[in-house]
């Protein structure tokens, strides 16, 4: 794979009783077949840092991230492709007796990167200036990405995702997590295209970050599919996200876009788009965290992700 390459994905159209009731077409971007782990959105942010990073003669990517992070994951993938030293810093001390029972953290260690745990008390600073003038002087020769890996560069490459051929329908859909993803889509869609982001994470503030990155006013937030925040899951989401791969083949993640295709089905049974209507949903990837996911589930006695 080479990360500092374009990527054209496929657009699968989804084949559903419901859309032909309703008239509303449903295809989605599989970005998720970039790549098992440095793929969606995360090639897409990571591709134009990579390059900086380059350009600057560093040897070292460091991140941020949280146990089952599909961010720092795509980073420890990327970095070993490409040749860059990786730093993880890990959200909860408590993590760093269980790298081994962790898949995200064990598939990282695999490609070399290197964990720092630190407390969730001192995480909460990973944003303020002298918590990364310290990682500057610690870590000399580091090119340091946020944690989601939101930044101008991330945009830039997000900006990328639509393609000429897109531009007909009449939504585009994607999940939101930091909001670079939906940024970089607005920016390149057209302004009569409404753009639909659908946040992990509960709370409106969402809003003035997707703004500091874009200036066109043709989208909104859909909050009302979380199901309860960031990572938070439910039977009747699962069992949504197994009957959809069994009905289209498509597997979706359950933090991202799994919400994100369950709320849109969910619209359109409601008659929330308009007949004839076209929805273009992008599929971030993610599916890496179905393995931690899964484990979850079973301590919880849970059906598991198919």
């Known amino acids: ?19 032909h ?5 449903l295809v989605i971007k ?15 942010k990571l591709k134009y840092n990579l390059l900086q990073a380059r350009d600057q003669e560093c040897e070292t990517i460091l991140t941020f991230g ?18 860059f030293n990786t730093i993880g810093i890990i959200r909860g001390e408590e993590l760093v007796d269980k790298v081994k029972e962790n898949p995200t953290l064990s598939f990282a260690v695999s490609c070399g990167m290197q964990l720092v745990f630190v407390s969730r008390e001192k995480y909460r ?50 999940p939101v997590g930091t909001g670079g993803t939906i940024a970089g889509i607005v920016n ?8 639909l982001g659908f946040p992990a994470l509960k709370g409106d503030f969402l809003k003035v970050d997707i703004s500091n990155f874009t200036k066109k ?26 009957t959809f791969k069994k009905d289209t083949k498509v597997p979706l993640d359950p933090v991202y876009t799994g919400k994100m295709i369950f709320g849109l089905i969910h619209m359109i049974r409601n008659d929330h ?8 949903a992008v599929h971030t990837g993610g599916l890496q965290g179905i393995t931690g996911m899964n484990k979850q589930l079973r301590k919880k006695g849970m059906v598991e992700i198919k």
């Open 188 to 195: 390149c869609s057209k302004l009569g295209q409404q753009v």
């Open 1 to 19: 794979m080479n990360l500092f390459s374009d990527f054209n994905s496929v657009n699968q159209e989804i084949d559903l009783p419901l859309l």
């Open 217 to 242: 006013r043709n989208w909104s937030l859909v909050s009302d599919y979380h199901f309860g925040g960031y990572a938070k899951v439910d039977e009747t989401l699962i069992n949504f996200i197994n």
């Open 125 to 174: 600073r990973k944003t303020q200036s002298d918590f990364l003038a310290n990682l500057n002087k610690r870590y000399q020769n580091a090119y340091i990405i946020p944690e989601g890996g939101t930044n101008s560069f991330a945009i830039k490459g997000c900006e990328r995702i639509l393609k000429d051929s897109d531009f007909d329908f009449t939504h585009i859909a994607t």
């Open 30 to 44: 599989r970005e998720d077949l970039i790549d098992d782990f440095v793929s969606g959105n995360k090639f897409r």
């Open 21 to 25: 009731e309703k008239e509303v077409r």
């Open 273 to 280: 788009f308009k007949s004839g209507a076209s929805i273009l």
């Open 66 to 83: 949280g146990g089952y992070s599909n961010h720092i994951a795509a980073v420890a993938k990327a970095g070993k492709l490409s040749g």
